[in-house]
């Protein structure tokens, strides 16, 4: 029996093959593999940077929406401090007022009490009071008798800005004139200072009735003349009639206008001397 070594069989296979080369084919199915993992990758790469892109706009979305509840945030809390400011504003008005009603309401009870201690004493008009006035011709300033009563009235809009309580320019100096005169010819007479409107609406937070804002207009005159001096405090007091004693029709603008005044009112009473 013969054994055909390597080398000779690889001769054999050659002559039986009928040609004088070798063929060698190789195995492609590693390379495949190799080809298929790579578009694999690719494909995942491009969704990884997809899915980063679409992070990144959600991203901005977020930061915008964050800087736009950031300033709603500051603007609710500016408005909380102006809303704040503002009660603050009217509390100190209203207890500026309860103040005054507490004083007027004393001087009050002292004119019940005085008219107490005249008992059975019968009262008549005393028209003494407008004979001893003698007040210059004052443009926008009327004086008339009323009942017992002297009524020196000062055109409104000549006095305070629109709608408010503020003195405009040449208006302080108005009713200083005018209660400098009344302090020469009633030196010791209760003197009452009464704001007066029309029925208009105010349109202010301030002051949000007619009422309100007389009264305010009638302090602004009582501050200006007793923090001056010009008369005494201890004779004046404080009224704010709003819209309720018109002196003619607030059907026109030139009625609304008339019914906008401030008032100061000589009473026949005398402070107690001191």
Same mark, same amino acid.
Request: aromatic share 4%; charged share 20%; hydrophobic share 35%.
């Given at each position: 029996?013969?054994?055909?070594?390597?080398?000779?069989?690889?001769?054999?296979?050659?002559?039986?093959?009928?040609?004088?080369?070798?063929?060698?084919?190789?195995?492609?199915?590693?390379?495949?593999?190799?080809?298929?993992?790579?578009?694999?990758?690719?494909?995942?790469?491009?969704?990884?940077?997809?899915?980063?892109?679409?992070?990144?706009?959600?991203?901005?979305?977020?930061?915008?929406?964050?800087?736009?509840?950031?300033?709603?945030?500051?603007?609710?809390?500016?408005?909380?401090?102006?809303?704040?400011?503002?009660? @603050?504003?009217?509390?100190?008005?209203?207890?500026?007022?309860?103040?005054?009603?507490?004083? %007027?309401?004393? @001087?009050?009870?002292?004119?019940?009490?005085?008219?107490?201690?005249?008992?059975?004493?019968?009262?008549?008009?005393?028209?003494?009071?407008?004979?001893?006035?003698?007040?210059?011709?004052?443009?926008?300033?009327?004086?008339?008798?009323?009942?017992?009563?002297?009524?020196?009235?000062?055109?409104?809009?000549?006095?305070?800005?629109?709608?408010?309580?503020?003195? @405009?320019?040449?208006?302080?100096? %108005?009713?200083?004139?005018?209660?400098?005169?009344?302090?020469?010819?009633?030196?010791?007479?209760?003197?009452?200072?009464?704001?007066?409107?029309?029925?208009?609406?105010?349109?202010?937070?301030?002051?949000?009735?007619?009422?309100?804002?007389?009264?305010?207009?009638?302090?602004?005159?009582?501050?200006?003349?007793?923090?001056?001096?010009?008369?005494?405090?201890?004779?004046?007091?404080?009224?704010?009639?709003?819209?309720?004693?018109?002196?003619?029709?607030?059907?026109?603008?030139?009625? @609304?206008?008339?019914?906008?005044?401030?008032?100061?009112?000589?009473?026949?009473?005398?402070?107690?001397?001191?």
């Amino acid at each position: 029996m013969f054994r055909i070594t390597a080398p000779l069989g690889l001769v054999l296979l050659t002559l039986i093959s009928g040609c004088g080369r070798l063929v060698y084919k190789p195995n492609k199915q590693p390379v495949a593999a190799a080809q298929q993992q790579m578009q694999l990758i690719a494909q995942q790469s491009q969704e990884y940077q997809t899915r980063a892109t679409s992070l990144d706009q959600d991203n901005q979305e977020l930061e915008s929406l964050l800087a736009q509840s950031r300033q709603k945030f500051q603007l609710l809390s500016d408005e909380i401090s102006a809303t704040r400011g503002q009660l @603050k504003d009217t509390t100190d008005q209203l207890l500026a007022m309860r103040s005054t009603n507490t004083e %007027l309401r004393s @001087k009050t009870t002292s004119l019940l009490a005085s008219a107490q201690q005249r008992a059975g004493t019968e009262i008549r008009a005393n028209n003494s009071l407008l004979k001893n006035l003698t007040l210059p011709d004052i443009p926008g300033v009327t004086v008339r008798q009323d009942g017992d009563v002297v009524r020196v009235e000062i055109v409104g809009d000549q006095l305070f800005m629109p709608g408010s309580p503020y003195l @405009k320019d040449g208006g302080e100096q %108005l009713i200083r004139s005018v209660a400098t005169e009344l302090r020469r010819n009633f030196p010791d007479q209760i003197i009452g200072i009464e704001g007066h409107t029309d029925n208009g609406p105010t349109h202010s937070q301030q002051f949000p009735s007619n009422h309100h804002l007389s009264s305010a207009q009638a302090i602004a005159a009582y501050n200006l003349l007793a923090q001056q001096k010009i008369i005494s405090a201890q004779q004046l007091f404080v009224v704010g009639h709003g819209a309720n004693h018109p002196v003619v029709s607030n059907a026109t603008d030139s009625g @609304k206008a008339r019914n906008r005044r401030l008032e100061l009112v000589v009473y026949p009473e005398r402070v107690a001397s001191r």
